[in-house]
Structures are given as structure tokens and as C-alpha cells.
């Protein structure tokens, strides 16, 4: 069994601010790593993922989310926010057993970007 | 590509009625998964087909709730006998191909009085 973990259920920040949103998985076994962003009233989208290989990945709008084994962290970090970043941010893991890759989610941290 | 489509994006049902929803994918996809969302929590997943067959059930599904996706396209989620503690958003997903990538419809907004 796995759980995530995000102790950070709300984010306020000021525009071009940096950000980190924290995320802390549990699993006995390797694991995939997620982060998903849901936008006001629309669906969850992939926003970046850590499959294998550099251990630092990047999302096309300036997110970074750096995968830390020892500390079994996957923090999501933008060194500048805009006010289109305000959304929920879910962080996600799957382990590397079966077919199914199903995801176990975290219970979301809402970022709200102030100007 | 158009998405992945739930329908309706709203039901309001009363208590002890039956519901169900309609998802779907996108169209070369052969991973369908249904997950459900509550307010101020992330989304719990539900059940899982890789074509037609389903492979996969979580507890979360009581004996109430089926799920089919009879042709590999299109699914269905029913649950009969709704109660309160069913009002959540039920989300649908698919993946295809050894992406890991889920896309997630927009959801069907369950209210039970």
C-alpha cells in the first residue's frame, strides 16, 4: 500500500514570488511520482512526472518538482508565480507493480496567487 | 483528440434512486479508470479496464456500485440505491500505450438529498 501526503492544504503567495508545494509519499516499493493541476472548473491535467533517470523534472511553464529517495519527497517548486498559476495542485504516486497503474492521490494543495 | 467526455456534468438525485454516468475515453485509449473526488480531498480511485475486462476493483466500490465498458470504447458507472455519503464528483480517466499519462475527463457532479 502507498499514501501521499501534502501538509500544505492552502498556498497563499504574491505574484513573482517563488513557490514550493510540499508533497511526501509512503511505499514499500519503487514508485512512480505525479503532479497534477487542476484549473477552476475544469479537469485534472498531467502537469509533470518522475519516471526514471535525473531525478529533477521539469514542466513546461516553469515548474520543477525534484525527487528526493532518501527523504521520499517529490516538492513542487516554481521560482516565480503568475496569476494564471492559481489552482489545485495534487501530487500522485504509482507503483511499479502490475498493470494497472492506478494513482494514489494527495489531498491537494490549493495555490492562490495574489497580485 | 477530443478528450475524454463525461456525461451529465451534473446529477442531483434523491435518496434511494439509481444513477449512472457515462465516460468516454479517448478513442485510441484501451486504460479506462473511474476515480471519485470529495470535497477537499484528492481523488480515490475506483476501478480500472484495459479493454472490456475489468481488472481491477477497489473497496471503495460496494456491492452497490458497477461499472461496464461492454465494446473496450465507452463506460457506464452505475450505482443503485444511492445514499448521502455518495455525493461526490465522479471523475473517469484514460491512458493508452505505455504512457503513463492519465487524462481526466471533467467529471460528473453527484448531489444526493
Known amino acids: 500500500a502507498q499514501s501521499v501526503t501534502q501538509l500544505d492544504s492552502q498556498v497563499p503567495v504574491f505574484e513573482e514570488a517563488p513557490v514550493e508545494l510540499r508533497c511526501n509519499y509512503s511505499?514499500?516499493?519503487?514508485?512512480?511520482l505525479f503532479w497534477y493541476v487542476q484549473y477552476p472548473n475544469q479537469g485534472l491535467q498531467l502537469l509533470l512526472k518522475?519516471?526514471?533517470?535525473?531525478?529533477l523534472v521539469e514542466s513546461i511553464n516553469g515548474f520543477e518538482a525534484e525527487f528526493n529517495k532518501s527523504q521520499t519527497s517529490f516538492h513542487l517548486r516554481k521560482p516565480s508565480v503568475h496569476i494564471s498559476d492559481t489552482a489545485e495542485y495534487f501530487c500522485?504516486?504509482?507503483?511499479?507493480?502490475?498493470?494497472?497503474?492506478?494513482?494514489?492521490f494527495g489531498s491537494g494543495t490549493q495555490l492562490t496567487v495574489l497580485p | 483528440d477530443t478528450g475524454v467526455s463525461q456525461d451529465p456534468r451534473h446529477k442531483i438525485t434523491k435518496r434511494g434512486q439509481n444513477v449512472t454516468f457515462r465516460c468516454d475515453p479517448i478513442s485510441e485509449h484501451n486504460r479506462l479508470y473511474w476515480y471519485r473526488q470529495t470535497l477537499g480531498q484528492g481523488p480515490e480511485f475506483l476501478t480500472y479496464?484495459?479493454?472490456?475486462?475489468?481488472?481491477?476493483k477497489s473497496r471503495l466500490l460496494s456491492d452497490r456500485f458497477s461499472a461496464e465498458r461492454p465494446k473496450g470504447s465507452f463506460s457506464t458507472l452505475e450505482i443503485q440505491r444511492t445514499e448521502q455519503g455518495d455525493s461526490a464528483m465522479y471523475l473517469c480517466?484514460?491512458?493508452?500505450?505505455?504512457?503513463?499519462?492519465?487524462?481526466f475527463g471533467s467529471g460528473t457532479q453527484l448531489s444526493v438529498l
Open positions: 479496464f484495459q479493454n472490456e475486462a475489468q481488472l481491477e
Open positions: 500522485a504516486v504509482s507503483d511499479l507493480r502490475g498493470s494497472a497503474r492506478q494513482l494514489t
Open positions: 480517466a484514460s491512458s493508452g500505450g505505455a504512457n503513463m499519462k492519465l487524462f
Open positions: 511505499s514499500s516499493v519503487s514508485v512512480y
Open positions: 518522475y519516471l526514471s533517470g535525473s531525478t
